[in-house]
């Protein structure tokens, strides 16, 4: 008899905790790119790009732990319906966090801009030079940064559910990885 995991592995903990201030940082500095035209916007600039592309790798790395090493199976007395909104919501993360550097790497695309990583290394672009797809694009990016931040704020408001009220093991099979 093989014991049934109960937390993720330590390296899926690494990816998540690195991965989550990363991404809220995203969503404030895309805030604070669209809100400025000061200084700090070519700066602010300069960090969105290359970090957006360092969580789209990070974000692959995370979907191939988790399906190679799955994750611990949720509460036995959780609610089907919760249950089917975990696994939903952790797919629309998993797809915002991939989608929206890749939306935002054509969006800079179709506009002519260069990804800049850093001093010469640029990426080669993933999109026609056209207006109007960057038109579409820039608010598709706009729309699903609204969405992540959504989806985020969920994740955080269960995570604290499981963690404080149901006292479950779910917060903690990814806090500090024991229930």
């Known amino acids: 008899m093989t014991p049934t995991r109960?937390?993720?592995?330590?390296?899926?903990?690494?990816?998540?905790?690195?991965?989550?201030?990363?991404?809220?940082?995203?969503?404030?500095?895309?805030?604070?790119?669209?809100?400025?035209?000061?200084?700090?916007?070519?700066?602010?600039?300069a960090i969105h790009k290359p970090l957006g592309i360092a969580l789209l790798l990070l974000v692959i790395l995370r979907v191939s732990v988790r399906i190679r090493r799955g994750s611990p199976p949720l509460p036995a007395d959780m609610p089907a319906p919760q249950r089917t909104v975990a696994r939903l919501s952790h797919l629309i993360l998993y797809a915002l966090m991939a989608a929206m550097p890749l939306i935002g790497w054509a969006m800079l695309s179709a506009a002519g801009y260069p990804i800049t990583l850093y001093g010469p290394l640029h990426l080669p672009p993933i999109a026609p030079h056209n207006?109007?797809?960057?038109?579409?694009?820039?608010?598709?990016?706009?729309?699903?940064?609204?969405?992540?931040?959504?989806?985020?704020?969920?994740?955080?408001?269960?995570?604290?559910?499981h963690g404080?009220?149901?006292?479950?093991?779910?917060?903690?099979?990814?806090?500090?990885?024991?229930?």
């Open 6 to 45: 109960t937390h993720f592995s330590p390296l899926a903990r690494l990816l998540h905790w690195t991965m989550a201030p990363l991404i809220i940082a995203m969503l404030f500095i895309g805030v604070g790119m669209v809100a400025t035209v000061s200084r700090a916007h070519t700066t602010l600039i």
């Open 131 to 161: 207006t109007e797809l960057f038109a579409l694009l820039r608010a598709l990016h706009t729309w699903l940064a609204f969405a992540l931040f959504a989806t985020v704020l969920l994740h955080l408001a269960a995570a604290l559910f």
């Open 164 to 179: 404080l009220i149901r006292r479950d093991g779910v917060f903690s099979s990814m806090a500090r990885g024991g229930r």
